[in-house]
């Protein structure tokens, strides 16, 4: 009765183990969509164009009309998006990562500043990334250059829930006065709260 006691315990144990073992390792996952989205960043800043568009989701490219096509989109909707001064490299950060069927996708926040017309502007966009062979390698896009509406489009594999926001574009000034009606209510809610 104990052998058969410790023979199934020893099962159990070298099952859930297994179990263990087959789960995916997202830090890693998410660590290689990183350095992919870290390389669109570079070849966008660097206008290296065939790396930029060979690390871009095929279904993308195909929306619109092959490389040249989105090359040539790419080129004349930077414009918006270059500094007149060198400035610093934006930051990725890791927002949302779905898998589904051996596939995964994430959305990965760029958060950096340029100076346009004098001003400095803080332009947040999400870079939406695809692999489709276990997290190894990753295509992406940036929703900046494009509409978050037209996503289905370019990608009508893109996964129904995963939350994909629109890139924002602020100046100093917006973002000063942000933080100063944050700080309004954060005091207003501490005085509510010491009152009761």
Not at 56 to 67: A, L, M, N, Q
Not at 80 to 100: D, N
Not at 107 to 133: A, F, P
Request: hydrophobic share 40%.
């Amino acid at each position: 009765m104990k052998t058969l006691k410790l023979l199934l315990t020893c099962t159990v144990i070298c099952l859930a183990q297994l179990r263990l073992s087959a789960q995916p390792d997202t830090t890693k996952i998410i660590q290689k969509a990183l350095l992919f989205a870290d390389s669109l960043v570079k070849a966008d800043a660097y206008e290296t164009w065939p790396v930029y568009a060979d690390l871009v989701i095929p279904s993308v490219i195909k929306y619109y009309g092959g490389k040249d096509g989105f090359i040539d989109y790419i080129q004349k909707a930077r414009v918006h998006r270059t500094s007149t001064e060198v400035e610093e490299p934006p930051v990725l950060k890791p927002l949302h990562l779905l898998t589904e069927n051996e596939e995964w996708q994430a959305v990965i926040e760029e958060s950096g500043y340029i100076h346009r017309d004098g001003k400095k502007v803080h332009i947040i966009t999400y870079l939406v990334g695809q692999s489709r062979d276990g997290g190894e390698t990753w295509h992406l896009f940036d929703v900046g250059y494009n509409r978050v509406a037209a996503i289905i489009y370019m990608m009508p594999d893109v996964f129904g829930d995963l939350p994909i926001p629109e890139h924002i574009v602020r100046t100093e000034d917006e973002e000063l006065a942000m933080a100063q009606a944050a700080q309004a209510a954060a005091k207003k809610a501490g005085k509510k709260k010491a009152a009761h």
